[in-house]
């Protein structure tokens, strides 16, 4: 298994699970319903290599998220997972400071593929 923290921030608990099943064996995982969630733990944990975020999540939504999250730790790595195949939304993810975008539903070797590309970087 990789030393790699990864933090998975998505309001389903059901897409956390899906993207434990597949990370669990490669990373170290922490997991998150919200981004305010996941603001606290990054304050708390110095060493997460990666974040996979949820962009439409109630309270603040993943671009927010994003945003502040990269103000305060502007080279922390972010993927963010959307199931809304919007150009104008992977876009701003992008231009935010996302590494990467994973759509839902996705594939297995999907995920993995696309974190152990961004964690080359």
Do not use: C, W
């Not at 319903?33 to 708390?44: C, F, H, I, T, Y």
């Not at 990666?50 to 998220?65: A, C, R, Y």
């Not at 104008?88 to 297995?108: D, H, N, Q, W």
């Amino acid at each position: 298994m990789s030393s790699h923290k990864i933090l998975i921030v998505d309001d389903e608990e059901g897409i956390r699970e899906s993207l434990k099943l597949i990370l669990a064996d490669h990373y170290n995982l922490i997991l998150t319903e919200d981004g305010e969630q996941a603001l606290k733990v990054l304050e708390n944990s110095s060493d997460i290599a990666l974040v996979l975020m949820d962009i439409k999540m109630p309270g603040q939504n993943g671009l927010e998220t994003l945003e502040a999250m990269k103000e305060k730790y502007p080279d922390l790595k972010v993927i963010i997972v959307t199931g809304y195949k919007s150009v104008e939304t992977a876009t701003e993810a992008v231009r935010l400071g996302a590494s990467g975008y994973i759509v839902k539903p996705f594939k297995s070797d999907e995920v993995l593929a696309t974190v152990r590309s961004v964690l080359k970087k």
